[in-house]
T-cell receptor, first 114, second 114 residues
């Protein structure tokens, strides 16, 4: 079991460039999430997908788009990168059920926008 | 909007000491509370999850408690070791606007001195 995997691990972009961050999980979880982590701000939810075929905005969705490709994969796209999007991006997946919703995190993608 | 606060932001203790990390939240209508560990440059590792109907959970030297009425959770670490040095994050899952949201505190950075 690899758990939650993310690619790439590191990325440097110039302002205005686009890229897609990939995430996959092998735990058969229904829910998947994208967070960003910034110094002094903690982790903030960008987008999430409660099940295959659905996506919803989180706290900071501006400048991002997502695709739930299938149950395993959830990608995050930056259409026109800005320096304010320099951050560490974490993907997570979660079990579903009224008593759980425990989330498991990937290793992160460190993105720098110059 | 749910807010999660962790105090202190940083803590330094000698090896072998017992310690308590604090987490408070503003909205008691939570589904669960999850404690994570984050090592520098790494992802988040789930330590303990307390469901809203539970008062505490234990794993090895770790014990987490939950008091919904006062909006507080604590993580107790017994007989601390240098390997416990990391940032500890608490997060709670609550329902808002028809969806489930995980809200994080900013973490407590723990240093255990040999």
């Amino acid at each position: 079991n690899a758990g939650v995997t993310q690619t790439p691990k590191f990325q440097v972009l110039k302002t205005g460039q686009s890229m897609t961050l990939q995430c996959a999980q092998d735990m058969n979880h229904n829910s998947m999430y994208w967070y960003r982590q910034d110094p002094g701000m903690g982790l903030r939810l960008i987008y999430y997908s409660a099940s295959e075929g659905t996506t919803d905005k989180g706290e900071v969705p501006n400048g991002y788009n997502v695709s739930r490709l299938n149950k395993r994969e959830f990608s995050l796209r930056l259409e026109s990168a800005a320096p304010s999007q320099t951050s560490v991006y974490f993907c997570a997946s979660g079990g579903q059920g009224a008593s759980s919703y425990e989330q498991y995190f990937g290793p992160g993608t460190r993105l720098t926008v110059t | 909007k749910q807010e999660v606060t962790q105090i202190p932001a940083a803590l330094s203790v000698p090896e072998g000491e017992n310690l308590v990390l604090n987490c408070s939240f503003t909205d008691s209508a939570i589904y669960n509370l999850q404690w994570f560990r984050q090592d520098p440059g790494k992802g988040l590792t789930s330590l303990l999850l307390i469901q809203s109907s539970q008062r505490e959970q234990t794993s090895g030297r770790l014990n987490a408690s939950l008091d919904k009425s006062s909006g507080r959770s604590t993580l107790y670490i017994a007989a601390s070791q240098p390997g416990d040095s990391a940032t500890y994050l608490c997060a709670n899952l609550y329902s808002g606007a028809g969806s489930y949201q995980l809200t994080f505190g900013k973490g407590t950075k723990l240093s255990v001195i040999p």
